[in-house]
């Protein structure tokens, strides 16, 4: 009895010191996340009108829902657009990416240095930053962009791939720029893989070319997956995001008021959510496949 | 016919093609030639950005000039200096990212210590949800922290970003958060129950003990940390809009800032703003961080491997 006492004594004292030392987050979270959203979405139900002696609320229920979706003719080609860029730009990032690490796998002088080169746009990337050497037309892929012919060739494709094409070539570099860290999870799983697994199948005569289906990839289907998810999450929270600026310009607009920006918020969201899981199930029945 | 028969081709072949054990000299050089080809396209815009700035006006104009300015012209720079009130923006955005760096990197290995070793009813919950909130974007949550910071007179001062900092919910926490989260998992226990059974409190062995040999993931947190409250915009400038103004702040208006300073209608031709003194406000912009980039740059670059992030 007083052994069974004890027992549960000392799993609540350890349950309790667990309490005491994430207490700042529950605290944090409860502050800083749960209640902005649950207000953010109180919002999104009212027309909001900021006063001199505080914020006043009508409720409208889905009037800023519906604004969203079917009157302004903006948010939802943004929306469009956004989710086209970003499903784009994801497996270019993961292509490229796994290519990079796969060649810093390798051994060679000064991989560091080339190491270095190829983090370092996660150091310096910003909004303001990118957003100048944009509109200088840095970032797009050096000179295929300025050919007459491929501009004729853009002008040529329907609406729904033009815009996509175009977004891929003015970018192109921007959209490589946010591989840095996807290339470190590569390549620290390309680490973890044992080197004697290739031996033995050089051994049975399978080529490099073979090895690498058989064996390097199905070892990155984790990293594929942390990688996609991270891609699209940055991609989604990036500042110079046009839904984002929309959004964020439509906060203080007269027309559109904190209730229309955060109904924009939560649709916003929603589409992320859907992107995400878009990819995850993507890359997920994919590892699922290769390891049978 | 003696040279000949002295010309051994396996030799030839296994220099260019590569044996077993050493890969060949054509492989070689075709890595080199791809990895510089790719690096260069991948900092192209950077080497675009420090050439344009160094440009002189007639330069700029001068179609011949692409690559090399015909002259070591630093005009661009005093004036991008000036348009960005660089002491005071560079102080201010030190100021602001370091210090709720930080304390959110404390904080964050805090919360990681309680969940990685202690068990409790909801620690999966927590988990979870501090998932989710790396996924919420921040205009779901922005508006009311706003609106609150507002009524409470906070709106502009740096205490907008170290209150959510204080309180494990500041820029990127989350990442921070299971980093440590991650860290301490791999740590042996070991230390900690001995200390333990010499009658240690658990605040003092995480002090004492956890903090110590987890010195990796502090220093990769809070270099982590710095780089990204410095880059972060969208939260800035609605937290201290009117007050405190960052460098990427002061850049994102910069065309109005340099025509207070230099007021179109007023300044001859070669002081027009033009794409070179923007250039060198961007480089300035990025300048502190590149210096630090290249300082620390081993714990950037291992940083996925000394903390264990991706933990399969």
Redesign the interface.
């Known amino acids: 009895m007083t052994i069974l006492r004890r027992a549960i004594s000392l799993?609540l004292r350890?349950?309790?010191?667990?309490?005491?030392?994430?207490a700042?987050?529950?605290?944090?979270?409860s502050?800083?996340?749960l209640?902005?959203?649950i207000?953010?979405f109180r919002?999104s139900l009212h027309q909001v009108t900021?006063t001199a002696e505080?914020?006043r609320l009508d409720f409208v229920q889905w009037a800023n829902y519906t604004r969203a979706l079917f009157t302004d003719p903006n948010f939802i080609e943004l929306v469009i657009g956004y989710a086209i860029e970003t499903l784009v730009s994801v497996p270019i990032v993961l292509i490229f990416s796994m290519i990079?690490a796969l060649?810093l796998n390798?051994?060679?002088k000064f991989k560091?240095l080339?190491?270095?080169?190829?983090?370092?746009?996660?150091?310096?990337?910003?909004?303001?930053?990118i957003?100048?050497?944009t509109?200088?037309g840095?970032?797009s892929?050096?000179g295929i962009a300025n050919i007459p012919a491929v501009a004729e060739f853009i002008a040529q494709l329907p609406r729904t791939l033009r815009n996509p094409t175009e977004y891929l070539l003015t970018s192109f570099?921007l959209i490589?720029?946010f591989s840095g860290?996807q290339i470190?999870?590569y390549?620290?799983?390309l680490?973890?893989v044992d080197k004697s697994i290739y031996e033995a199948a050089a051994i049975d005569g399978a080529s490099a070319w073979e090895a690498y289906w058989k064996i390097t990839l199905p070892s990155l289907s984790?990293?594929n997956i942390?990688n996609a998810v991270y891609t699209v999450?940055t991609l989604?929270?990036f500042?110079e995001n046009k839904v984002?600026q929309y959004?964020?310009n439509q906060?203080y607009a007269v027309q559109g008021g904190?209730g229309y920006?955060?109904a924009m918020?939560?649709l916003?969201?929603a589409v992320?959510?859907v992107l995400?899981g878009i990819v995850y199930l993507f890359l997920a029945q994919q590892a699922k496949r290769e390891r049978n | 016919m003696q040279t000949l028969r002295r010309f051994n081709p396996d030799w030839l072949k296994s220099l260019l093609f590569g044996s077993r054990t050493r890969s060949g000299l054509v492989f070689v050089v075709l890595i080199y030639a791809l990895l510089i080809a790719i690096g260069f396209v991948y900092l192209y815009p950077l080497l675009f950005m420090f050439v344009t700035s160094l440009k002189s006006p007639s330069d700029l104009l001068n179609p011949m000039v692409q690559w090399v300015p015909t002259e070591f012209y630093t005009g661009n720079y005093e004036k991008a200096y000036r348009v960005l009130n660089y002491p005071n923006t560079l102080m201010a955005s030190i100021l602001v990212s370091v210090v709720p760096s930080l304390i959110q990197t404390f904080v964050a290995s805090l919360v990681g210590y309680g969940l990685a070793r202690y068990r409790f009813w909801g620690r999966n919950i927590a988990l979870l949800l501090i998932l989710a909130t790396f996924i919420i974007p921040p205009q779901n949550t922005v508006i009311p922290q706003m609106l609150t910071y507002k009524e409470q007179g906070l709106l502009g001062s740096p205490w907008a970003l170290i209150l959510p900092a204080m309180l494990a919910q500041g820029y990127k926490s989350a990442i921070f958060i299971l980093i440590f989260y991650q860290s301490f998992l791999s740590l042996p226990k070991v230390l900690e129950e001995a200390a333990r059974l010499d009658g240690a409190s658990d605040l003092r062995i995480f002090l004492t003990i956890a903090i110590p040999s987890a010195l990796p993931a502090f220093i990769v947190s809070f270099i982590f940390s710095v780089v990204w409250y410095w880059n972060e915009t969208f939260l800035t400038s609605i937290f201290l809009e009117g007050g405190v103004t960052t460098l990427p702040m002061q850049l994102s208006r910069f065309v109005q800032a340099y025509e207070n300073l230099y007021p179109p209608g007023t300044v001859n031709i070669f002081d027009r703003l033009n794409e070179a003194v923007k250039m060198s406000g961007t480089f300035l912009n990025i300048a502190p961080l590149l210096v630090m980039y290249f300082l620390l740059q081993r714990w950037f670059v291992e940083s996925v491997e000394r903390t264990g992030i991706t933990g399969e």
């Open positions: 799993r350890e349950a309790l010191h667990g309490y005491g030392f994430i700042l987050w529950i605290v944090g979270f502050l800083f996340t209640f902005p959203l207000e953010t919002y900021v505080g914020i990079i060649f390798l051994n060679f560091g080339f190491r270095t080169i190829f983090f370092l746009p996660v150091v310096i990337t910003s909004g303001p930053v957003r100048e050497l509109a200088q840095a970032t892929a050096p570099i490589l720029w860290v470190l999870i390549l620290s799983s680490q973890k984790t990293a942390v999450i989604s929270h500042s984002i959004v964020y906060t904190i920006a955060s918020a939560f916003y969201f992320m959510t995400l």
